[in-house]
């Protein structure tokens, strides 16, 4: 009996899997599903606790917050952040300072103290690594993904993240596009900035994506305000309602999870090569 045991449960897993073809669809990058989806909030705002995290939680959906560790909002609110781990969103790093390059046309807003450009590539890596430090402290995860910010990449023509590879399991970009799983750049993943573009348009992304069996990654900032970059309420809303009605077809999950999944499918890939 101990040895027809998992011979039954063989032919049951094959017989309830169907012919090749949807087993194949089963088996594939998504979870089954047509396409993959990231909802991802960037900077540690307010509005990410008072009207994020409530709207996805009742929506039954996850997110990743990628968390800036110098800002007030995650000193003053860090039991919130951690119910909010503690409920499977993501808390993503986006650096102690938020370091972008200020040598670059319309940085303006980079302050002498946080500029990338005068960074070595050593003290980046330690202020991420740093961040990982205190969002573990938070979460008590160890693993996790990263978000460039500004999507500033390079220190004087050197790549920082390289450095990073070990600390994470992937890094988000901000270039726009919807990639298979193949095609993910583990060390740049695609993501659409999302900045007062109606429900509508962020739904058709999502249909563009379950199309196309891709990944599409969202990065929004303010959600019914609280940052300079923002979408309404009701835009934001309009996406919910729609993942949570075709969760059948969407997955989806934080980034941390669904980048696991693209490295699992692209080692499968390289290996069958
Ligand atoms: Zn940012």
């Known amino acids: 009996m101990k040895k027809l045991l998992p011979a039954l449960l063989a032919a049951a897993t094959l017989l309830l899997a169907g012919p090749p073809a949807s087993r194949a669809q089963a088996t594939g990058p998504w979870h089954g599903k047509q396409c993959a989806v990231v909802l991802t909030y960037d900077d540690a705002i307010d509005v990410d606790l008072d009207n994020v995290v409530p709207a ?13 560790g110098s800002s007030p909002v995650v000193a003053r609110r860090l039991g919130e952040w951690r119910r909010a781990a503690q409920r499977g969103h993501e808390l993503g790093n986006h650096a102690l300072f938020h370091p972008c390059d200020g040598s670059l046309p319309g940085r ?5 103290d946080n500029d990338l450009s005068k ?4 003290r980046a890596v330690a202020e991420v690594r740093a961040n990982n430090t205190l969002l573990t402290a938070i979460d008590g995860k160890t693993a996790r993904t990263f978000a460039y910010p500004c999507g500033d990449r390079q220190i004087g023509g050197v790549y920082f993240y390289e450095q990073l590879r070990p600390d994470f399991v992937a ?7 919807l990639q298979t799983a193949t095609q993910v750049d583990l060390t740049n993943i695609d993501s659409y900035m999302i900045n007062g573009q109606p429900g509508q348009y962020l739904i058709d992304l999502v249909k563009q994506a379950r199309q196309s069996h891709t990944l599409l990654v969202f990065l929004f900032h303010g959600v019914g305000g609280g940052h300079g970059l923002n ?3 009701a835009a934001h809303r309009q996406l919910l309602r729609y993942l949570q009605a075709n969760e059948k077809d969407v997955w989806v999950a934080p980034m941390v999870e669904v980048a696991a999944q693209v490295k699992a499918a ?3 890939a390289s290996v069958t090569k």
């Open 119 to 122: 960074y070595t590539v050593s």
């Open 56 to 68: 996805l939680d009742s929506a039954g959906l996850r997110g990743t917050f990628y968390l800036i």
């Open 171 to 177: 890094a988000r970009g901000v270039t726009a596009g």
């Open 231 to 233: 979408v309404s309420l």
């Open 266 to 268: 692209q080692s499968a």
């Open 108 to 112: 303006g807003f980079v302050t002498p």
